[in-house]
């Protein structure tokens, strides 16, 4: 049983940071991805970022580039979403997500999913 758990969620002013956090447990896998996605009330889940663990590669959305870094910790079995100059826009529930197969991919296919954590940016 694979289990994924986000924190790190909560009310920020335009302009601040945050940084989220998703343990992984239960069973391992020797390649696997992460990834982060966010959905808006009454919007598509949509991609946000993706690392691949063996090699740290790593994808973002166009909207999140060079103001998110995905990065990990291989002791803690955590991936983080390191998010910078936040915008009313990045108002959201965030997802982490994992997927055995390692592929680096924006599509919501991945295979385990966590509950999500409330990220709210006020203007």
């Known amino acids: 049983q694979v289990q994924l758990v986000e924190s790190g969620g909560g009310l920020v002013q335009a302009g601040g940071s945050l940084r989220l956090s998703c343990v992984l447990s239960g069973r391992t896998f020797r390649y696997f991805a992460m990834g982060w996605f966010r959905q808006a009330p009454g919007l598509e889940r949509e991609f946000v970022a993706a690392l691949r663990w063996n090699d740290g590669n790593t994808l973002y959305a166009d909207s999140v580039k060079g103001r998110f870094t995905i990065s990990k910790d291989n002791a803690k079995n955590t991936v983080y979403l390191e998010m910078n100059s936040l915008k009313p826009g990045d108002t959201a529930v965030y997802y982490c997500?994992?997927?055995?197969?390692?592929?680096?991919?924006?599509?919501?296919?991945?295979?385990?999913w966590g509950q999500g954590t409330q990220v709210t940016v006020s203007s």
């Open positions: 997500a994992a997927d055995p197969s390692g592929r680096l991919t924006a599509a919501p296919t991945y295979t385990y």
